[in-house]
């Protein structure tokens, strides 16, 4: 019985205990929040009302969020600077009435009403004028605004094959959802958001369309080097040859990330045959020349010298692009850039000309010519100069075409292209025989004797009112004599 009586008593004194720490946890919260509230994050347990106002008040005034941006970029925004404020009272004084509706014992088994959100206001012009001119928009001295750029294809001048690089994701930011991120957080009244969280905040950024891991960047690497492995070297004569290798053909390859192609079209080609082909054309080119008188003159235009058949060398180029990829050559190459794996990607061709100078050369392209063997018109004095082994051999008078547009003696270096004891020279409006015909152009004019009888009015300047229709006239004695002379390919230099 006294046993009994003793546990009695102990329950008797718990349930005092209990009773008493329950009625002064009552008195206690009976004018304060309950234990584990917040509004927004600003912890107000155990807090009477007006002291987690003036508490939620105080932080908004110090308040301040940090961003954390890409590249070591900073912005920070002060809750003054945007008039937050505590905004809602009466969803607060609301939330503090419902919880002294229920005894704080039950408060103790829930936690879904001890948190109030969406309770301050600021003014979201001035943070956008804040965000529109910080330096994580407008870029600085210190901070430089980087465009993001999608993966691609890149040479590697060393391995002389393409290589994936990787995309560059840049700091531009999409202001409209990096502003709305910042309402969250200063909503919530977050101190810190690092945006450089991609799971987090994925689209925060302006992003790059290609990334390096994308399915397509292996195609793409694929025909890139399908393209770009070639070797077409080519026999340009004389000992001479060139290459065109993977360090010329990628400045022709096209690369389109947006639409994640590689392409070698045949228009690429073309203007890759074309600039080859003008690497070593002297027709046309200005030359330094020295005339008869001493005088050292310039002169371009004309039809003398180098210049490759382009024609020819596209067919041939398109037909070596055209074959199927040697692909186990091309992982070979990739695999060891060696000599002998370089060689089983090069294709021997040989170089056709359409026209060919005396000779070629590499340092002063101009001195194409045979300086020994050559002739001279000069319109001006109406005269003719012939050179043979490095001396003036003949001179003689002239008459040219008449300065007028469809019968001038047009200026330039040409070429002997054939010669003919007689030829029956056919125009719109004439038909004449002549002897002792020496072709200089493709378009009928040339050296030869007319029978014209007028020599005896000759003058520097006779040619303005009674030349010829294009050709270099001569008398007879004249003509035959440069007959004689000149040889077929001697360079012909016609000047003022």
């Known amino acids: 019985m006294k046993d009994k009586k003793k546990i009695y008593i102990g329950i008797g004194f718990v349930v005092v205990v209990l009773t008493s720490i329950l009625i002064g946890v009552h008195i206690r919260y009976s004018n304060r929040w309950y234990p584990g509230t917040k509004i927004e994050k600003v912890d107000v347990s155990g807090m009477t009302y007006e002291a987690a106002v003036k508490k939620i008040e105080s932080s908004m005034d110090s308040y301040q969020l940090k961003v954390k941006a890409r590249e070591k970029g900073t912005l920070k925004i002060k809750g003054n600077a945007i008039d937050l404020k505590l905004e809602n009272q009466n969803a607060v004084k609301n939330m503090y009435e419902n919880q002294h509706k229920t005894s704080i014992v039950f408060s103790f088994f829930t936690k879904d009403n001890r948190i109030i959100k969406h309770v301050v206001s600021y003014s979201k012009k001035k943070l956008k004028k804040i965000v529109n001119h910080s330096e994580l928009i407008k870029g600085s001295d210190t901070y430089k605004l980087i465009k993001p750029e999608d993966a691609t294809i890149k040479y590697s001048s060393k391995k002389k094959y393409g290589v994936i690089k990787k995309e560059v994701l840049g700091n531009i930011l999409d202001q409209n959802k990096f502003i709305e991120v910042l309402e969250d957080k200063i909503e919530k009244l977050s101190s810190n958001v690092d945006i450089t969280d991609t799971k987090e905040y994925p689209k925060v950024y302006m992003t790059p369309s290609l990334y390096h891991d994308d399915e397509d960047m292996k195609t793409m690497e694929d025909t890139y080097n399908k393209y770009v492995l070639h070797w077409l070297y080519w026999e340009l004569g004389d000992n001479r040859t060139d290459t065109i290798g993977p360090d010329i053909i990628k400045k022709y390859i096209k690369i389109n990330t947006k639409k994640r192609t590689v392409k070698l079209k045949q228009i690429y080609i073309e203007k890759m045959i074309e600039d080859f082909c003008l690497k070593y054309k002297t027709v046309g080119m200005k030359r330094k020349f020295k005339t008869h008188s001493g005088k050292v003159i310039k002169v371009s235009g004309g039809d003398y010298g180098w210049q490759i058949n382009y024609d020819d060398t596209l067919k041939k180029t398109i037909d070596e692009f055209s074959k199927d990829a040697d692909t186990s050559a091309i992982d070979a190459y990739k695999k060891k850039q060696s000599k002998k794996n370089e060689e089983a990607l090069t294709v021997h061709l040989n170089v056709k000309y359409s026209n060919k100078g005396y000779q070629y050369n590499e340092e002063n392209k101009q001195n194409d010519w045979n300086t020994k063997n050559y002739s001279e018109v000069d319109l ?33 270096v040409w070429y002997v292209k054939e010669k003919r004891l007689s030829k029956t020279l056919v125009g719109a409006d004439y038909s004449v025989d002549t002897k002792y015909w020496v072709r200089i152009m493709w378009t009928g004019t040339g050296y030869h004797y007319s029978s014209r009888g007028d020599w005896g009015s000759w003058s520097p300047y006779y ?33 003022y």
């Open 463 to 495: 040619y303005k009112s009674a030349g010829s229709h294009g050709c270099v006239n001569l008398t007879y004695s004249n003509a035959q004599m440069i007959y004689s002379l000149v040889n077929s390919g001697n360079p012909v230099f016609i000047h």
């Open 380 to 412: 001006s004095n109406q005269e003719v100069y012939v050179y043979r082994n490095g001396k003036l051999k003949f001179s003689c008078i002239c008459i040219t075409g008449k300065p007028t547009s469809d019968r001038i003696t047009r200026t330039g």
